[in-house]
Nanobody
Framework: QVQLVESGGGLVQAEDSLTLSCDAS????????MAWFRQAPGHEREFVAG????????YIADSVKGRFSISRDNGVPWATLKMNSLKPEDTAVYYC??????????????????WGQGTQVTVSS
């Protein structure tokens, strides 16, 4: 089992930056990709960014491309989501996910086996 803990959420103003971290512990049955999803009130959970086990390949959703980036060093059990130029529409609960056998573009929610509890990001205008 893999446990995921997110941190770094909070209340910021529009155009501010924020970095979310996801720390994984426990043992998975193989190498796992990591990703961030988010869910705003009244909306379905949506993919934000994903990255492979080695950190060499990543994919960013079009809605945040150019503002958000995901990073992870080779095989380490954590990943970060750097968010720049935040907008009020970025307000959501952000969830970290990990999945064995998940490959590029990492954006299918059903592929992920492990989920964190989520961290709230609120962007005021």
């Amino acid at each position: 089992q893999v446990q995921l803990v997110e941190s770094g959420g909070g209340l910021v103003q529009a155009e501010d930056s924020l970095t979310l971290s996801c720390d994984a512990s426990g043992r998975a049955p193989g190498d796992y990709a990591m990703a961030w999803f988010r869910q705003a009130p009244g909306h379905e959970r949506e993919f934000v960014a994903g990255i492979g086990w080695s950190g060499g390949r990543s994919y960013i959703a079009d809605s945040v491309k150019g503002r958000f980036s995901i990073s992870r060093d080779n095989g380490v059990p954590w990943a970060t989501l750097k968010m720049n130029s935040l907008k009020p529409e970025d307000t959501a609960v952000y969830y970290c996910a990990a999945g064995v056998g998940v490959y590029f573009p990492f954006d299918s929610m059903e592929d992920y086996d492990y989920w964190g509890q989520g961290t709230q990001v609120t962007v005021s205008s």
